[in-house]
């Protein structure tokens, strides 16, 4: 089955550059409508989509964060990574990587019909900013 | 930008009771692209629900999902212990995705 784990430094300085990469074991980051996706959570609040990529296809990013954040896919290591550039205290958070499935419905839904969710989860890594 | 509130922000009932989770939407969007997560303390979400009122792999049938337009809910019945947790709707568009800000159900 196919997983995910983060990987990256916990601790990153002001204005720095937060780096982390998503590994998948199990699975092509190549194959299927799948959309790497990053999802970040700070400390006792809730989710916050950062954005998806997919491989050989378009990257959307959270309008919020996209003047900072850069996601990559590496097929050659089954890989997809983030950046987030100019950090600050309140990009502190957990940070997951996800797999985002976009399908067909089956029988009886019409053709063009679609599900979208998110079925596989990394186990998320904690990132601080601080000096 | 489509907002996702969901409703109540948290929840006290015993095990064995039901459980009934909104999640309501600031515009009419496609139930297709509407899902239920589950987080649990110190884990990650676990994909509970998609397009609605499809379970996902493994989700016990005492879960369930429904609504259309902009009002949805998650329903939980016979409440087993393990289930007091967060529970966050997702919407997904386009060129964007958004979650509601979670409904804490915890033990009364």
């Known amino acids: 089955q196919v997983q995910l784990q983060e990987s990256g430094p916990g601790l990153v300085k002001p204005s720095q550059t937060l780096s982390l990469t998503c590994t998948v074991s199990?699975?092509?980051?190549?194959?299927?409508?799948?959309?790497w996706t990053w999802i970040r959570q700070p400390a006792g609040k809730g989710l916050e989509w950062i954005g998806r990529?997919?491989?050989?296809?378009?990257?959307y990013l959270n309008p919020s964060l996209e003047s900072r954040v850069t996601l990559l896919a590496d097929s050659s290591k089954n890989q997809f990574s983030l950046n987030v550039r100019s950090v600050t205290a309140a990009d502190t958070a957990v940070y997951y990587c996800a797999r985002g499935v976009l399908r067909q419905a089956p029988w009886p839904h019409p053709v063009g019909y679609h599900y979208f969710y998110m079925d596989v989860w990394g186990k998320g890594t904690t990132v601080t900013v601080s000096s | 930008e489509i907002v996702l509130t969901q409703s109540p922000g948290t929840l006290s009932l015993s095990p064995g009771e039901r459980a009934t989770l909104s999640c309501r939407a600031t515009?009419?969007?496609?139930?297709?692209?509407l899902a239920w997560y589950q987080q649990k303390p110190r884990q990650a979400p676990r994909l509970l629900m998609y397009?609605?009122?499809t379970r996902a792999t493994g989700i016990p049938d005492r879960f369930s999902g429904g609504g259309s337009g902009t009002d949805f809910t998650l329903t939980i019945n016979g409440l087993e212990p393990e289930d007091f947790a967060v529970y966050y709707c997702q919407l997904y568009t386009t060129s964007s995705l958004t979650f509601g800000q979670g409904t804490r159900l915890e033990i009364k």
């Open positions: 990529t997919f491989v050989g296809g378009n990257t």
């Open positions: 199990g699975g092509s980051i190549s194959s299927g409508s799948h959309y």
């Open positions: 515009q009419s969007v496609s139930s297709s692209y």
């Open positions: 397009g609605t009122s």
